[in-house]
């Protein structure tokens, strides 16, 4: 699974459960409110942001949740190749998206909206489409995909 990936390649795992990851492992991600049960306990209360990304098979089925940025209160700053190089290291079929808004507010800002955008672009070029997008505060969540964002 991950263990096979080059010397260079650091990845720093999410802190789930035994119990959370053989659920996200057991089910496809056929839409974002799996993915949202998994990191709201998670990603919630943070006083920080954090972006994961979830790395996805053929069947969109787990094959890796990696953190990928943490930033500070309202912000994080990450580059679309930041985003890729684990799935682009495992030969993830696809991806999904997650970060947290620690305000609460649950509206995409430009600046999601535009790296979110970017990720599309390059995602297509890539062959490892971005599936879905989620932004989670105070236990709920935004699809960027119901919304129409992606």
């Known amino acids: 699974m991950i263990d096979n990936l080059p010397s260079w390649i650091t990845v720093q795992r999410t802190n ?3 119990y959370e990851e053989k659920v996200i492992r057991s089910n496809s991600i056929m839409n974002s409110s799996i993915l949202f049960n998994v990191l709201k306990e998670k990603m919630s209360g943070l006083l920080h942001e954090e972006m994961v990304v979830a790395c ?3 069947q969109n089925k787990l094959m890796h949740l990696v953190k990928v940025a943490q930033g500070g209160r309202h ?3 990450i580059s679309v190749c930041d985003i890729f190089r684990v799935p682009c290291a495992i030969g993830a079929a696809g991806i999904i998206l997650a ?3 620690p ?3 649950l509206t995409a800002s430009k600046e999601d909206i535009i790296m979110t955008n970017e990720v599309v672009k390059v995602g ?3 062959s490892i489409p971005l ?3 989620i932004i989670i505060a105070d236990n709920k969540y935004l699809s960027f995909a119901d919304s129409g964002l992606i």
């Open 16 to 18: 789930l459960s035994e």
């Open 56 to 58: 996805l098979n053929g």
């Open 75 to 77: 912000n994080l700053s």
């Open 99 to 101: 970060h947290n808004h």
């Open 103 to 105: 305000s609460g507010d």
């Open 124 to 126: 297509e070029l890539m």
């Open 131 to 133: 599936v879905e997008h």
